[in-house]
């Protein structure tokens, strides 16, 4: 991971130099300095091949884990802002205790802000053993906290083990 914010610092900071000289050659807006940014950390990323070959498996994994991330993060605003235009109430809040596979401060911590950042799910409380997460859902599945409970450990759960082994 700290390869990755020195490849985003390097990518900026090539980005911030050729906007600050005009050289002339891009459109000077914030469409062309997203692009050049990631055509050069697209670059960088290429060439991390020849010294540091798990960057170059893990970059792939991390943009496909914030794209899970933000799909989630739109559907859960969905289900909310509709269930609250309409008249009927869907809502079926549950505390689940979610057996967890993550062992590690750092992925129960980045699970348990996860959950907490999407909207109907709150992360309450870890077991002292640290096996157990308990999280409140607003939300559930066909009364099935069983789906509810697999739906977060086969999506998000497995996507940060996924970036941190």
Do not use: C
């Not at 909207?119 to 599945?141: A, K």
């Amino acid at each position: 991971m700290k390869l990755l914010f020195i490849h985003s610092a390097l990518a900026g900071a090539l980005v911030y130099v050729s906007f600050k000289q005009k050289l002339g050659l891009l459109p000077y807006n914030a469409a062309t300095a997203v692009l050049l940014f990631l055509v050069v950390l697209f670059l960088l990323w290429l060439t991390s091949y020849l010294y540091r070959r798990t960057y170059f498996i893990k970059l792939p994994k991390l943009f496909s884990f914030l794209f899970f991330f933000f799909k989630e993060l739109l559907v859960a605003n969905l289900k909310i802002a509709y269930d609250i235009l309409t008249p009927h109430y869907r809502m079926r809040p549950t505390v689940l205790a979610l057996p967890l596979e993550a062992s590690s401060d750092f992925e129960i911590a980045v699970l348990a802000n996860l959950i907490g950042l999407t909207p109907g799910t709150l992360s309450i409380d870890v077991s002292p053993d640290r096996r157990i997460l308990y999280v409140h859902t607003l939300y559930l599945f066909n009364d099935d906290a069983e789906q509810m409970k697999q739906h977060i450990k086969n999506g998000l759960e497995r996507k940060i083990l996924e970036l941190t082994t």
